[in-house]
């Protein structure tokens, strides 16, 4: 079995920052591509930023410039550094990564429990 542990979700006002975690866990054999997504009350969950196996990332328009989707292999953890925080950014996170695992081999997507970001105006 695999568990993605998120953390760092949290209030703050508008402009401020957060950096949340996402730490993978279990028989894992590799990690390939990692994303964050969002889903605010009554919209549908959207793409936030990816990040492939070899640093390769990509961004929804409605975060470019402001954050940033870092990983550490060697702690099977994906970051996303939020800077210039916007009211419309509240949300609860869910990272998600593609993770092949041992025993037997088997290659699948993992989600995370979700933590919740609140922008105050």
């Known amino acids: 079995q695999v568990q993605l542990v998120e953390s760092g979700g949290g209030l703050v006002q508008a402009g401020g920052s957060l950096r949340l975690s996402c730490a993978a866990s279990?028989?894992?054999?590799?990690?390939?591509?990692m994303a964050w997504y969002r889903q605010a009350p009554g919209k549908q969950r959207e793409l936030v930023a990816t990040?492939?196996?070899?640093?390769?990332?990509n961004y929804a328009d409605s975060v470019k410039g402001r954050f940033t989707i870092s990983r550490d292999n060697t702690k099977n953890t994906v970051y996303l550094q939020m800077d210039s925080l916007k009211p419309e950014d509240t949300a609860v996170y869910y990272c998600?990564?593609?993770?092949?695992?041992?025993?037997?081999?088997?290659?699948?997507?993992?989600w995370g429990q979700g933590t919740q970001v609140t922008v105050s105006s």
């Open positions: 998600n990564a593609q993770i092949i695992t041992y025993g037997p081999i088997s290659s699948r997507g993992y």
């Open positions: 990040i492939t196996s070899d640093d390769s990332t």
């Open positions: 279990g028989r894992i054999l590799r990690i390939n591509d």
